[in-house]
């Protein structure tokens, strides 16, 4: 970054700005405590108390029930600000106000309005503001200097200690929680729970996914003792009914306040319906007693997008992308592509975090793919495709692994077996390629593909 002519520090380029934000301390390290993230957002004037706040945690789901949340309060025609992570492709993906990322141009001027303030609470810290906390100044400050009437924040990672949790959400919202990060928050859903349910606030609306017996009661034990009301699936709403159709699904579903029918949903699986639910019930008590019309909710869940979730990318072989990384993310995964999808054969593109529980991830996945790639992202963190291939050989046998390192590669060896039938000798004409693994797997996958669909 250089000066201006006037001797004024000159604007910095996206590219620069980027470069600054990963060269901080990165997101996949969790240090708890909120000393940093506070003393930064007081500095900033606490942006994060100018506007009602929705608050999401879970282990799977959060981004796509944080976007309907977003489409359905957008749609009462309130104006929207909504934090998610991590990114698919760009980092501004994760700082949207109304309904769209901040373009780069905004998202480094929400960079130079923190900037000054950086340094100070670096130097008065024992350690640097992180990557994650950084972004997360950033949104608070974009959404206040929009103005947003609402914003929508997930977590990163965990709940009490993530950087979001400097917001007090008047409606949380908690997806089903199962083991992930078991580095940061235990090896057990009941532990982690305890760590989620930190994003329950003293008179807070808590809106829970059907939990197993002791996570629940982790949660409302949390809610008790701050004065909080939850909402539970199956219990006080829920999905009625939800079946498979041509580009998603049709769902009924029982909100808080009425029941909706015959919605049209173009997401795929059971598990977008539940979290369409929930998003339902959280806008339903964001917007108090005017109930949401049923043309508006009507409206928004036919425009809900979701990347990188079971989204079709390619067609003629069809090629999924699905940032699914744990193996109640891939249960989730193979149940919609069994209802939704007739492939024949499926080939799998996996590349995965070493971090994650790889023998759980590909036990789920094995039922539902013919042949596997065991590829890897450019990510520090990515397992190597060989170190993949060890364990998947174990679960699917030597003869239906092949291992390719280059993510493009991989791509194409997958499009010709589910085109050619793949070496197993199935029906030609009607493969499909499945990419997962890790989000960042996904995200280079897009890129690689929209890239090529567009010469």
């Not at 002519?5 to 600054?20: D, K, N």
């Not at 000393?35 to 994060?48: H, K, S, V």
């Not at 130097?123 to 400050?141: C, K, N």
């Not at 009607?430 to 995200?443: C, E, H, K």
Request: proline letters at 5%; one cysteine or more.
């Amino acid at each position: 970054m250089t000066d201006s002519p006037s001797g004024t520090p000159a604007t910095p380029s996206y590219a620069e700005v980027e470069a600054a934000l990963l060269g901080r301390w990165p997101e996949s390290k969790l240090e708890p405590s909120l000393d940093r993230i506070q003393a930064l957002t007081e500095l900033l004037g606490d942006p994060q108390r100018a506007y009602p706040v929705v608050h999401l945690t879970g282990t799977n789901g959060k981004t796509s029930t944080s976007r309907m949340i977003d489409t359905l309060i957008r749609a009462r025609g309130l104006r929207t600000g909504r934090f998610t992570s991590p990114h698919v492709e760009s980092m501004t993906e994760r700082i949207s106000v109304d309904g769209e990322p901040l373009s780069e141009e905004r998202f480094v001027q929400a960079y130079a309005d923190v900037a000054p303030f950086l340094e100070l609470v670096d130097a008065d810290s024992d350690h640097p503001l992180s990557f994650f906390e950084t972004v997360v100044g950033m949104a608070f400050a974009a959404f206040a200097d929009a103005p947003v009437d609402v914003a929508v924040l997930e977590v990163g990672m965990g709940g009490s200690w993530d950087a979001t949790n400097v917001a007090d959400g008047s409606v949380a919202v908690i997806t089903p929680i199962a083991v992930d990060h078991t580095q940061y928050l235990g090896v057990r859903p009941v532990d982690i729970a305890v760590e989620k349910a930190g994003i329950i606030k003293p008179g807070a609306q808590v809106v829970v996914a059907e939990q197993a017996d002791d996570v629940m009661a982790v949660i409302a034990e949390r809610a008790r003792e701050v004065g909080a009301t939850v909402y539970r699936e199956n219990v006080d709403f829920g999905v009625v009914n939800q079946a498979a159709a041509v580009g998603g699904q049709v769902m009924s579903v029982r909100g808080l306040r009425a029941e909706y029918e015959e919605l049209f949903l173009p997401l795929y699986g059971a598990h977008q319906a539940q979290n369409a639910v929930l998003a339902l019930v959280a806008a339903e008590l964001l917007t108090g007693d005017d109930a949401l019309s049923d043309e508006m909710v009507r409206e928004a869940f036919a425009e809900v997008t979701s990347p990188g979730r079971l989204e079709v990318v390619r067609r003629g072989p069809t090629v999924l992308l699905d940032a699914a990384h744990n193996p109640h993310g891939a249960a989730a995964s193979v149940e919609a592509i069994r209802s939704s999808f007739t492939f024949d054969p499926l080939v799998g593109v996996v590349g995965m975090m070493a971090d994650k529980d790889v023998e759980g991830f590909l036990s789920e996945l094995e039922p539902v793919l013919s042949e596997i790639v065991c590829t890897q992202s450019s990510s520090a963190r990515s397992l190597t495709a060989e170190q993949l291939a060890e364990v998947a050989i174990d679960l699917f046998g030597e003869h239906r692994v092949r291992v390719t390192p280059r993510l493009d590669d991989a791509i194409e060896e997958a499009v010709t077996l589910a085109e050619t039938g793949g070496s197993l000798g199935e029906s030609i004409g009607s493969g499909g390629v499945l990419v997962t693994g890790s989000v960042v797997t996904v995200g280079e996958a897009r890129h690689l593909l929209r890239r090529a669909g567009s010469r």
